[in-house]
């Protein structure tokens, strides 16, 4: 990747853009009001601007979703269970996301888990053989949690990394 020369932008005035073929039209949201400003420009300085704003609308509502999901997931509760393997299990309905704490402080979570699958794990005579016999042969995606202190994931727009401080998931 080239070395970029990043500058701090603060576009929230803006209110509006148009192109009327000549000129970028700008809408600005000032102290008294708001004022249009006109600025010579090609259509393509339009058509930027507009990607930009997609671009901030689609890292807005990913942020959002990531954020309630992350909040859910966090409010799992643990049930403690008499195992030498799995120390405690936790259900999430709204996610459908089965927790699991292991033993040696490992912390795993399936994906696309049915509630019922997890009310037939939690009374299971034996977790390790539940997990092993259908837990893990269901082909329920697995996520390992470890925290880091910057993750990196990539959205659909060439070169546009965003580095967030979040845990990151690794897993089939």
Not at 12 to 38: F, M, P, Q, T, W
Request: net charge positive; proline share 4%; charged share 20%.
């Amino acid at each position: 990747m080239a070395d970029l020369n990043l500058q701090k932008v603060d576009l929230s005035s803006i209110k509006a853009i148009a192109h009327d073929g000549v000129s970028l039209n700008v809408l600005v949201e000032r102290d008294r009001g708001y004022c249009l400003e006109s600025l010579p420009a090609p259509l393509q300085a339009f058509q930027v601007l507009l990607q930009l704003a997609q671009f901030a609308s689609l890292l807005q509502q990913f942020d959002n979703g990531l954020t309630a999901r992350t909040q859910l997931l966090n409010q799992i509760r643990m049930i403690p269970v008499n195992s030498s393997n799995v120390a405690a299990i936790g259900y999430c309905d709204v996610c459908r996301v089965l927790q699991v704490d292991f033993s040696n402080r490992k912390r795993y979570r399936y994906q696309d888990v049915p509630s019922q699958v997890f009310d037939s794990f939690l009374a299971a005579p034996s977790k390790g053989r539940f997990l092993r016999s259908v837990i893990e042969l269901r082909t329920f995606s697995t996520q390992y949690e470890f925290p880091v202190r910057e993750a990196i994931y990539t959205l659909g727009f060439n070169n546009w990394v965003a580095f967030l401080p979040r845990t990151i998931w690794v897993g089939s």
